[in-house]
T-cell receptor, first 116, second 115 residues
């Protein structure tokens, strides 16, 4: 199974709502990532988890709260978002990268988020 | 800091024609180099990568790329375009030392294939 799944596919929320995005992989990967992608732009890294611990936070606003409850799951909790947060949110996973080794990141299909 | 430049935000070719998507990087030490493809409403898929060894790299779907250190380039080619190749293509780099997780992406090139 070389698939990363993300739910929901689409999400519309108001600025006062609380919602969560979910990502799952069963490839035994121990690194998981959240990216944000605006239309016609490349993905921007938000967070990296390595062995279920937050490894990188790219100065993301606190209204985005990641969680890695186990090695297969990654959540992104959303609260009090702004319309400019509307984007495609991509999850990815890989084997942890050490030293000069490179391990391919496998991407999910994304969640299209619209904030009204 | 390293950066990636993709020349041409939009490339249009006829079906059966050569595809050439350009990518140049800037860093003092050659990084790891990647090409990703993104079809509409989908995530990214790795086409090919250069880490070490042979500088001509073959990927999926008939694509290949050549690492040229003297030109700091990693251009993507395909001899004959197919309608199904229409997508957004991103060149990306990762440093060989330092941060091991961060990919720096180019701005992307939208490839359209005309019948």
């Amino acid at each position: 199974d070389t698939e990363v799944t993300q739910t929901p596919k689409h999400l519309v929320m108001g600025m006062t709502n609380k919602k969560s995005l979910k990502c799952e992989q069963h490839m035994g990967h121990r690194a998981m990532y959240w990216y944000k992608q605006k239309a016609k732009k490349p993905p921007e890294l938000m967070f990296v988890y390595s062995y279920e611990k937050l490894s990188i936070n790219e100065s993301v606003p606190s209204r985005f709260s990641p969680e890695c409850p186990n090695s297969s799951l990654l959540n992104l909790h959303l609260h009090a978002l702004q319309p400019e947060d509307s984007a495609l949110y991509l999850c990815a996973s890989s084997q942890p990268t050490r030293g000069r080794a490179y391990n391919e990141q496998f991407f999910g299909p994304g969640t299209r988020l619209t904030v009204l | 800091a390293q950066s990636v430049t993709q020349l041409g935000s939009h490339v249009s070719v006829s079906e059966g024609a050569l595809v050439l998507l350009r990518c140049n990087y800037s860093s003092s030490v050659p990084p790891y180099l990647f090409w990703y493809v993104q079809y509409p409403n989908q995530g990214l898929q790795l086409l090919l990568k250069y880490t070490t060894g042979a500088t001509l790299v073959k990927g999926i779907n008939g694509f290949e790329a050549e690492f040229k250190k003297s030109e700091t380039s990693f251009h993507l080619t395909k001899p004959s375009a197919h309608m199904s190749d229409a997508a957004e293509y991103f060149c990306a780099v990762r440093p060989r030392v330092g941060s091991n997780y961060k990919l720096t992406f180019g701005k992307g090139t939208l490839l359209t294939v005309n019948p």
